[in-house]
Nanobody, 124 residues
């Protein structure tokens, strides 16, 4: 059974850092692209970042590029989203996802598994 367990959300002041974790199980991590999407209150869901362990490829949405970094705990099937310079606009529920096999296209139409979200709230 595919499982994606996201954790690490919380309340943080604007400008501060926060790290999210996604523990994946039930599939061969090297064969898939995993990543993060988010949904803010009243807004559409949007991509944040995706990562492929197989070729090391990474993607960041323009809204987070330069502030967020996705990293891989290679000894474990865990990816982290290190967020810095947080803004109130980053407030959202963040979801860990897995893309369909052979896909590295970080769009929600390419997601085949969604984990339960973790709430990030950035205060001004």
């Amino acid at each position: 059974e595919v499982q994606l367990q996201a954790s690490g959300g919380g309340l943080v002041q604007a400008g501060g850092p926060l790290r999210l974790s996604c523990a994946a199980s039930g599939f061969t991590f090297d064969d898939y692209t995993v990543g993060w999407f988010r949904q803010a209150p009243g807004k559409a869901r949007e991509d944040v970042s995706c990562y492929s362990r197989g070729d090391g490829g990474t993607y960041y949405s323009p809204s987070v590029k330069g502030r967020f970094t996705i990293t891989d705990a290679k000894a474990q099937n865990t990816v982290y989203l290190q967020m810095s310079g947080l803004k109130p606009d980053d407030t959202a529920v963040y979801y860990c996802v897995r893309l369909k096999r052979y896909s590295s296209d970080c769009r929600d139409s390419h997601v085949d598994y969604w984990g339960k979200g973790t709430l990030v709230t950035v205060s001004s």
